[in-house]
Structure formats: structure tokens, C-alpha cells
């Protein structure tokens, strides 16, 4: 049953005043009233989880990965209660909640095996060397946690990036206590993951500071957190302007912190002109289906997508208006994002040089309903409004004189998460001039596929440079993301009784860097 309280350190607790959940589809308040968390709330969760940090930091591997498997069955017995929440709150479908409610509990148990690994710490061991000149010492090198983690819950993935998100289950494995800001647009979801994982710090006998959550309606309570000393560092998936008040914040404070933001990407597509001359409608109808997906609340809708002016493109357009027509407005997050994007629909259509292509079906006002423009490549270039994200389900397709001019507006592109390219074996010569381009663009370049799909991964990278997200050497998804809550330590001349446990002779590892040369556990 749900209470509406705060998890602090292990201890339910009422706030400051209360908020009310919305039913994203009707506008109704859904029950129960929710605590607003408290500055007292914030200094106590964080004290506590400093405390801890002592504690869960220095746990053995194996423990560690225990507490990442037993939370994700924690989260598993939640069952279709979690899922009717998620969904009452979020207005997203049953199927989409399920699946992203095993992509939650399926990175955390993949954390685990990396934990488990331990490849991620990097061990390096340089011997000394005393009849060098002068004598060279023994330096041994792992990565140990941060400290305390501040997480902030995103509206679109109220599972997968929000409580139990990638954020989380990587600081978790990194060996950090977190204290998370739940987002409020879905605090009853929040508080059943939040007792899920309580639970699980509970049987592992872990100290109760590991893990808090904290709710609330006022950006204070988010400043609040990361302005407290003992966070070390910051995870965040939302908006730019959300993102970028988080690291004004962190590099005000006396310590400045790393904030690891997720925020704005448009995802650039490009249909290469042999691959859109053999299947344009095919194109259309599967690019259409993209840029709906969930009310176009991904971070990698597409939202723009570049081609040469040719009779292909004209059937394309077609066949685009022809699949537009049969989308249905869907139920977006909350009714701020439904009027932001109604407003960014609105600011787009009135740009010089941007044509209506088509629309989806009309509904309700909490609804989003499918838009798609064009505009030439010249009107993109002359006008930096066009590059604007608009969180929802619309797009641009910028039809380019050439792919000369195609590389020009790439070129011209804010960093992005993803680029894609649609391509035959006609197309690649061309499509490897505009590799070097979308390196520099983007985080993920994707070949013959739509960029809304994100497995969780070794490979994985989601991030990109700026503003895609505050560090372009970061990801938030697969086991890479562990790395951004790290920091290396270097032991010189340390007895080997004192150095850890990994970095001893004795310890063999599965892999180290001996010397400079890497070494399997078989090696010598």
C-alpha cells in the first residue's frame, strides 16, 4: 500500500506540505497524498548515505553483486501493481511498461556480473625497478567509487531511468550509496520501487543511508541535493534548461562535482539516395512509426531527417502524409509536456520556409497528435530555430540540393545522441565522406535501423557531446555508464598487507595490466 512518505535513511517519513499524483490520460488526482520532502529531509538523507558510504563502499565484490540480484527480485515481485501505477501515472501502455519494467530490473542484474567481473577497475601494477636511475617504484592502480550519488528520476522512463534506473543500478555497482529525487510526475510508482529496493538494503544488512528518496514539487528540493557536500557526483535524464541549472549549481558549490546530464538531441537520419530511390515507402511508414513511438518521448525520436531533392523524396513525402493520417493522438507524460509541445509545433509551423507534410489524427487535450514538416536545406541553414528539440511526436525533413549540402547541415549540428544512415552497397563510398561528420556528432551511429530502441549492453553508448549531454565521454546505459562514478588511486610502495585485496600479487584478477602488458588470470 502506498503511503505517500519519503524514504530517508531506512525511515518513512511525512513532509512539509503535500503534492498529488495526476492520471496523465483524464487529469485526475490519484490517491494518495505525497510528502514534500524537506531541506532537513535532504541533509539527513545525505549525511546518512556519507555515513554509509563508508560501509558499502568498501563491501566485498561478491556482496555487492548479492544486493544488485536480490533488489531486481524485489522489483520483479512488485508484479502488474507496479505496472497499473506506472502506467495510471505516466499514461504510457501496458506492453511499454512491462517491457521497460524488465529493462529495469535486467541492467541491474547485469550490473551484477559486472561487479562481479571487476574489469572496470582498471587494475594496473607497474614493479619497481631499484637499479634504474633514479630507482623506479611500485605503483598499483585501481578505480574506486566517487561517494554519494544524486540521481534525478526522468518523466519518460518512470522505471528504467527513474528510481531504479541506469543511474542508480551503475552507481550502485560502482560501489556508491545514492539518494534519488523522484520525479513528480509519478511519486506512487517511485515509492513502490523505493520499499522494493528498502527492502533489499534491509536483508543484505547493508547500512540504511545506501539508498533514499525524495519527492517534491519545487526545483529547491532539487538544488538542495546537489548543493549538499557530502554528494559526490550527479545523474540526470530531462530537459536542457533542467540540465543545465544542475551544473551551474555543482560548479558553484565550494567542491565543484561532475553532473552527468542527459538533455537534448534531435537524431539525425539520413536517407542515402540509392536506399530512398528502392524503398521509399517503405521508409516513410517505418519512419512515421518512429517518430510516433511513445507520444515521441524518447530522447532518440527522430527529429530530423536529411535527403537530396530527387522524385524520390517526392514519394516519400507522400507516402509519409499517407501514414501520418492513420497515427492516433496518444496520451503524453504530463500536461506541461503536452503544452510545450503544442507550442513547439506551433513556434515550427511558423518558421520561414517550413511546409506542413501531414498530421495524425486529432484528441484529446492531453494527447499529442503527429506532425511532420519540410523545409530545403538553404531555409534549414538560414535559420538555427529549425535545429530546436521538440519533446513529441514530430519531425523535419530537410530536403538537401546534394549530399554536399547534406554534410553542410550535419556539419552545422549540435551534438546529438544518435545519427543514422539508410543505405545499399550503391550508397557507401558516399555514406564514408560522412562518417568522419558523424563521429564528431554524435554518441551512436546507426546503419539500416530507427534510432528509438536502446539496448543495455558492454557496447552501449548513450551519450554524445554537448548538448546531447554535459560530458560527450560519458553514457548512461550499458555497463560503460559505471565509469562515470569512479575516480583512480594510485598506491606507491604500499606492504603488501595493506594494499587491496585485487592489487596483491597473490590476488591473480581475471584481468590486469602488468608492466604495461595486460594479462589474463591463466598468464604467468
Not at 69 to 87: S, Y
Not at 138 to 158: E, T, W, Y
Not at 467 to 480: E, H
Not at 493 to 506: A, C, F, M, N, Y
Request: proline residues 6%.
Amino acid at each position: 500500500m502506498l503511503t505517500g512518505k519519503n524514504l530517508v535513511a531506512g525511515e518513512w517519513r511525512n513532509g512539509d506540505g503535500t503534492f498529488t499524483a495526476v492520471d496523465a490520460a483524464s487529469g485526475d488526482a490519484l490517491g494518495p497524498d505525497f510528502a514534500e520532502a524537506t531541506k532537513q529531509d535532504v541533509a539527513d538523507a545525505c549525511a546518512a548515505a556519507a555515513e554509509a558510504q563508508k560501509v558499502f563502499g568498501a563491501l566485498p565484490l561478491a556482496e555487492r553483486a548479492k544486493f544488485l540480484r536480490l533488489a531486481a527480485d524485489k522489483i520483479d515481485a512488485l508484479g502488474d501493481d507496479l505496472t497499473r501505477r506506472a502506467m495510471a501515472e505516466s499514461g504510457l501502455p501496458e506492453a511499454r511498461l512491462t517491457g521497460e519494467r524488465g529493462r529495469t530490473v535486467g541492467q541491474l542484474r547485469l550490473f551484477a556480473e559486472e561487479v562481479e567481473d571487476g574489469g572496470w577497475q582498471d587494475l594496473r601494477i607497474d614493479h619497481a625497478d631499484p637499479s634504474r636511475t633514479p630507482p623506479k617504484p611500485d605503483l598499483r592502480m585501481r578505480k574506486i567509487p566517487v561517494g554519494p550519488v544524486a540521481v534525478f528520476g526522468a518523466s519518460n522512463f518512470p522505471l528504467a531511468f527513474s528510481v531504479a534506473g541506469g543511474d542508480t543500478a551503475s552507481a550502485f555497482a560502482a560501489g556508491c550509496c545514492v539518494v534519488v529525487k523522484g520525479h513528480p510526475a509519478h511519486p506512487g510508482t517511485s515509492e513502490l520501487v523505493a520499499g522494493a529496493i528498502a527492502e533489499a538494503v534491509s536483508e543484505c544488512g547493508l547500512p540504511a543511508g545506501t539508498f533514499s528518496v525524495l519527492s517534491g514539487t519545487d526545483y529547491a528540493l532539487g538544488e538542495a541535493l546537489v548543493s549538499d557536500p557530502r554528494i559526490a557526483a550527479v545523474g540526470f535524464t530531462g530537459s536542457r534548461a533542467g540540465g543545465l541549472a544542475l551544473m551551474k549549481r555543482a560548479a558553484e558549490r565550494e567542491v565543484p562535482i561532475p553532473v552527468y546530464a542527459e538533455m537534448s538531441s534531435i537524431n539525425p537520419v539520413v536517407l542515402m539516395p540509392g536506399k530512398l530511390e528502392q524503398s521509399a515507402e517503405e521508409l516513410a511508414s517505418a519512419y512515421v512509426g518512429s517518430l510516433s513511438l511513445g507520444a515521441g518521448q524518447f530522447c532518440t525520436n527522430p527529429g530530423i531527417l536529411l535527403t537530396v531533392e530527387s522524385e524520390a523524396t517526392s514519394r516519400f513525402l507522400v507516402a509519409v502524409k499517407d501514414a501520418l493520417g492513420a497515427v492516433p493522438a496518444q496520451t503524453m507524460l504530463t500536461s506541461g509536456i503536452s503544452d510545450a509541445y503544442r507550442s513547439g509545433i506551433e513556434t515550427l509551423g511558423g518558421l520561414s520556409g517550413a511546409e506542413l507534410v501531414g498530421v495524425g489524427e486529432e484528441g484529446s487535450s492531453a494527447c499529442g497528435r503527429a506532425h511532420v514538416y519540410t523545409a530545403t536545406g538553404s531555409d534549414f541553414l538560414a535559420d538555427p530555430a529549425f535545429e530546436q528539440e521538440i519533446f513529441g511526436p514530430s519531425s523535419i525533413v530537410v530536403r538537401c540540393k546534394d549530399l554536399r549540402e547534406v554534410a553542410q547541415v550535419l556539419d552545422e549540428l549540435e551534438g546529438q545522441l544518435t545519427t543514422t544512415l539508410h543505405m545499399i552497397e550503391a550508397d557507401y563510398d558516399d555514406a564514408a565522406k560522412l562518417l568522419p561528420i558523424l563521429e564528431q556528432r554524435a554518441g551512436r551511429i546507426i546503419a539500416n535501423a530507427w534510432p528509438t530502441g536502446v539496448d543495455v549492453t558492454h557496447a552501449m553508448v548513450h551519450g554524445g557531446p554537448f548538448p546531447a549531454t554535459s560530458d560527450g565521454r560519458s553514457t548512461s546505459v550499458g555497463t560503460l555508464a559505471i565509469g562515470r562514478f569512479l575516480r583512480p588511486v594510485s598506491y606507491q610502495d604500499l606492504p603488501s598487507v595493506l594494499l587491496p585485496q585485487r592489487l596483491r600479487d597473490d590476488a591473480r584478477p581475471k584481468l590486469s595490466r602488468i608492466n604495461g602488458e595486460w594479462r589474463a588470470l591463466s598468464d604467468t
